[in-house]
């Protein structure tokens, strides 16, 4: 876990002397961030299939058929449907087979279709990509690794924020010398969950290799304490 903060000692007469601040209503306003680094148990794929025939239905047609090869080994390997989403749909001519000397129409036409794939089990990650890429996908355009739950891994962090902004009032208000006052609002300043990218690599006979290493998940606080006394 790391642990960083920023910090800042405020009070309603900051302009003020030491001893008439302390003779009015002041307090401690502390901001917190708390890291904790966990491992992913989630990976989103992005593949797809894409394919050129001399007519647009001929290309639309051959890319259906092997993008539903696909998503039927993808099936067999444990995905389920809920976890396969059309990401992107096009169909359009091949530009580099126009013809620029007479202007005439495209000879060919490209078809593409690409889904984004949640892999569960991250066990089986490399098993997946390799029998899609064996059943037609000819893309891939990255993988993201993140959290199924991230809750757990968000709380841990909001604990550390708030413990470190305890930890650094106190250290204030004893370089100070006054007593820190209790807790009178804690503000959440956001937070996030850093995904790891992975990107395609080439196939070969063995499963592809991927690592999902470690997520950062941080969480920001503020923290005011009350009357200084």
Known sequence: ????????????????????????????????????DVAPDIATINLGVTTTADSAA???????????AVMERLAASGVAASDIQTANLSLGPDYSSYDSSTGGAPSRYVASN?????????????????????DGANTLNGITFGLADPRPAQDKARAAAVADAQAKATLLAQAAGVALGPVTAVVEAGGYVNPTPMFKREASDAAVPVAGGELSVQANVTVTFGKVE
Do not use: H, T
């Open 1 to 36: 876990m790391r642990v960083f903060s920023s910090l800042m000692l405020a009070s309603a007469l900051a302009m003020a002397p030491m001893s008439a601040v302390l003779a009015q209503e002041a307090s401690v306003v502390v901001n917190g961030e708390g890291f904790v």
């Open 58 to 68: 001929a290309a639309m047609a051959a890319n259906s058929e092997a993008v539903n």
């Open 114 to 134: 690409y889904v984004n794939v949640q892999v569960r089990d991250l066990a089986k990650l490399g098993e997946i990509l390799d029998s899609a890429i064996a």
